[in-house]
């Protein structure tokens, strides 16, 4: 039997919250303002270390994450989080300038939900949001 409060009380109290990884400060400033002007709270990180840490912390609903930085990469990323069973059920959209098709089967089988290039898609990005939120 379904408990309906139950349900309630799970949807109310899920995090809203879209952790945006990503080294350039104008990508995370434009992907900021588009989420929470659809009402979600974004939280920012300019690496993969510093992400990996908000994300153990923080818990977001979702990561919203550049696959192509000077440290580590978004790879790198996908990879320790499909070792940490605290996060690896948190859904990842990669984001990336790379459009060659051997990133996006990488990134889709170490787990990521979405694969877009930039620019991006906003209609599509949100879209794909709602549905996973």
Known sequence: MVNLAEIIFKRLTVSKSILVIDDSIT????LEAVM????YKTILATGVT????IMRSQMPALVLLDLLM??????????AIANDKQIK?????VITAAVQEEYQHKVIE????????????LK????????II
Do not use: H, M, Q
């Open 50 to 53: 510093e992400g990996l840490k």
């Open 36 to 39: 929470e002007e659809e009402g």
């Open 110 to 121: 170490l787990g990521a939900k979405e694969f877009f290039t930039k620019p991006i898609d």
């Open 70 to 79: 000077p440290k580590n990469s978004g790879i790198d990323f996908l990879e």
């Open 124 to 131: 599509k990005l949100i879209t794909r949001v709602k549905t």
């Open 27 to 30: 990508n995370l400033v434009l």
């Open 89 to 93: 059920d948190i859904p990842v959209f």
